[in-house]
């Protein structure tokens, strides 16, 4: 594997640990309760990190908000990160909602409901 791509996989997942830490103890934003990062693309120039995350809520409005919340807080996430990881340049940020774990909870109580009434 090169080195780079070993770079970027293992920053990837130091991103997604210490922001859903940062997320739980650093912000103290309502908006952003109960968010859990599900995965983090970093760019190969480690310029970019999107940051996926999954919300409780299927509400279009507790989404908007959620996602308002993060971008507010985008600034003290990067300040924590520069902190906290090793690289010499923490990567932009930009937080895109999950939908992929929210389609799964609903398979899955759509399955639930089928092995129930047989």
Known sequence: MPQGHYRVGRLSQEVQRE???ILLKRVRDP???????TG???TGDLQQAKIYYSIYSDLASVAQKTQ????ASTGLIRRELGQ???TYKIPELIF???ESVQ??????SLLRKLNTQD
């Open 19 to 21: 922001v859903n830490d």
């Open 31 to 37: 908006r952003v309760e109960g968010v859990t990062v």
């Open 40 to 42: 983090v693309d970093v």
């Open 68 to 71: 308002q919340g993060l971008e």
């Open 84 to 86: 906290r990881l090793s």
């Open 96 to 98: 895109v909602r999950d």
């Open 103 to 108: 389609y799964g909870d609903r398979i899955e």
